[in-house]
């Protein structure tokens, strides 16, 4: 078959993730002026463009959750996907917050649904790919679960 990757949300949250974007447009502008300007640039590559991904290679049945330094340089190891496992959703609530200068919160709210690798015991052991609205998740779990081999685990 082949290998797949599936990036997930930015490691620290959309609004520090805007403020690592203009922490590299600053950097590079005061290359201009200074070497200092490096440092911000590397400051702002991090956290502008630290995420985190899953990669799925159906040919050897592993998988791997990834923290993606800079957006390119993968950190994890593989899990081997044996028959006793399963695959399932796991749906939550994800909020990030902010305080402005006038210490007023700043509130972004999303709910997210993922496709899960479940231990035996049922407990979640890594997440494989976020499933968006217009997805048809009976078919991704399927899909997923017919290349590596696995149950599908319905829970309520």
């Known amino acids: 078959m082949k290998t797949t990757s599936h990036t997930f949300e930015r490691s ?10 203009l922490i590299l447009a600053a950097g590079i502008g005061l290359l201009y002026y200074s070497c200092m300007g490096l440092i911000l640039i590397g400051i702002g590559a991090f956290v502008g463009f630290t995420n985190s991904s899953s990669t799925i290679d159906f040919d050897n049945k ?6 993606n330094i800079f957006g390119f340089i993968r950190v994890g190891d593989w899990l081997s996907v044996s028959n006793d496992m399963f695959i399932g959703i796991k749906k939550e609530n994800v909020t990030w917050r902010t305080y402005s200068r006038g210490n007023i919160a700043l509130d972004i709210s999303k709910k997210i649904t993922t496709i899960c690798l479940f231990n035996n015991r049922k407990k979640p052991l890594l997440p494989l790919k976020n499933i968006g609205l217009k997805d048809d ?7 997923l679960a017919r290349g590596l081999d696995v149950t599908i685990w319905r829970h309520q």
């Open 12 to 21: 620290f949250g959309p609004v520090a993730s805007f403020s690592g974007y």
């Open 62 to 67: 592993r998988v791997r959750f990834t923290n």
């Open 137 to 143: 998740v009976e078919q991704e779990m399927e899909e």
